[in-house]
């Protein structure tokens, strides 16, 4: 029977970080990174969206839980207004709000996983971008209430969505992956 020597680890200089040697984004870091991001995303809008196109925080909500339980649960065009309280259309918008941001955080780590924190973060901002013109231009054929929601207040949501997304992941990723590299052997 063969055993191998555990590798050493090569000490590296202060302040420096080394991407996992899996060659593969930390997708617990983006899991965390989802969670926070979505958190700032979604009380941005329901603060900004209300100050910019009237109406109350409950219609971003509305908008968001429509897209599964259909257009029904809006209030009339042009869907800003008169927005009411339900317990069962905002945990429907919290579920869809948090789960996309889980995909579009796998989709964000992937791209930058190799980069520096200072791209990063700036990658991340036009990724923000980059899902506002498809989440509110592309997808409002499908749901066309989005469309409501256009503006300088959901861009500036979108593009915080980015910064915070990637600027998230970057602290949590970790350097070395969890994964254990030593055969059953070694161990015992």
């Not at 970080?17 to 969670?35: E, I």
């Not at 339980?69 to 069962?88: K, T």
């Not at 990724?127 to 929601?149: E, R, T």
């Amino acid at each position: 029977m063969t055993t191998m020597a555990p590798q050493k680890r090569t000490e590296r200089p202060a302040g420096t970080r080394q991407a996992p040697s899996l060659g593969m984004p930390d997708w617990g870091a983006a899991g965390w990174a989802a969670l926070i991001a979505g958190t700032v995303f979604m009380f941005l809008e329901l603060i900004l969206l209300p100050l910019s196109k009237g109406g109350n925080a409950w219609a971003p909500v509305r908008m968001t839980a429509a897209v599964i339980w259909g257009r029904q649960i809006l209030p009339p065009a042009p869907y800003l207004v008169d927005a009411a309280p339900n317990s069962g259309i905002f945990f429907t918008a919290l579920a869809l709000h948090y789960s996309l941001s889980l995909i579009y955080l796998r989709v964000l780590s992937a791209l930058i996983y190799k980069l520096d924190t200072k791209t990063a973060v700036l990658a991340g901002g036009f990724f923000g971008l980059i899902l506002y013109c498809a989440n509110f231009y592309g997808f409002s054929g499908a749901f066309p209430w989005m469309a409501a929601a256009r503006g300088w207040a959901t861009i500036v949501s979108n593009v915080c969505f980015g910064f915070v997304a990637a600027a998230s992941y970057k602290l949590l990723e970790r350097e070395e992956p969890l994964m254990e590299t030593r055969t059953f052997e070694e161990r015992f």
